[in-house]
């Protein structure tokens, strides 16, 4: 494993079909100009159609030759996941690469379309299902990835299926909604990991790391994390630094199935990106596969058997 990874190792990428979700700024749009930058075809999977076209047209200013293009999905409403799925298979026979990438960090209580609470409804259940949506096309994509963007943040987050998502609201906590719905996200790949042995697709996870992005205002707004700002400030790095992991996750050909993958540096803020390990917690296989059941009862999608 090379620690000094960057950009240029990043290998040519024509003829892949990839999807980024939440591509229309920060980290996504980053991941998104770098995938095109290597001669993919990029889908930008966003919920605002101005916001992704913006983005497009920033990506073909600088990449006159990108193929990108904006397909609006919701991830807060299943109804708008199918409806991209639909479309998506419509348009294309295979997908080379999902980039579990749209999330929601330190939001209020509320709840999706669905009912869900709205960290876990996005952060792990959306992806749940757009990528059970698209399976067939990853399948039927030789060398095929889903790479799905947790936090550092996991290692505090706890599943508790007799409360999974605060249904009452009433001692609500932003910051433990936010750590549940990230070490959902590696459940789901590790266990997706463990479900597809028989195919060439992989399931990877990643995390930036401290990233000077928009989703960070949330911690700007709230009384409590104002001291910490100075630090984490320091402690962080640019939108391009922290989608260095995802995109060593999601192109490196020496990447295997069921890795993490982070910065290398202090506290695992910043640094190059590098094979990492998550919480204990994350690797337990009795948790993942229940939280994979109730994933499907809720969402109302299942994966076919693979393995």
Known sequence: MTAGWTTRDIPDLSGAITIVTGASGGIGSQIARELARNSA??????????RGNATVEAIQTEIPDARVEVMTVDLASLASIRTFATTFRERYDRLNLLVNNAGVLLAPYGTT????????????????ALTGLLIDRLLGAEGSRVVTVSSRGHTLGRIDFADLMDQDGR?????????????ANLLFTYELQRKLPASS?????????????DLGRRMRERRSYRTLLPLLEWLSQSAAAAALPILRAATDPNVS???????SGLLGMRGRPVKTTS???SYD?????????????????RFPRVS
């Open 285 to 301: 296989q009795t948790v993942a596969h229940r939280l994979w059941e109730v994933s499907e009862e809720l969402t109302g999608v």
């Open 257 to 263: 199935g069921g890795e993490f993958y982070g910065p």
């Open 171 to 183: 001692r609500y906590s932003p910051a433990r909604a936010y750590a549940r719905s990230k070490l």
């Open 113 to 128: 379309e669905d009912g869900f609470e709205r960290h876990f409804g996005i952060n792990h259940l959306g992806h749940f």
């Open 279 to 281: 919480s204990r917690r």
């Open 41 to 50: 075809t990029v889908i930008l999977a966003c919920r605002s159609a101005g």
């Open 201 to 213: 697709t992989i399931a990877v996870a990643a995390h930036p790391g401290g990233a000077a992005t």
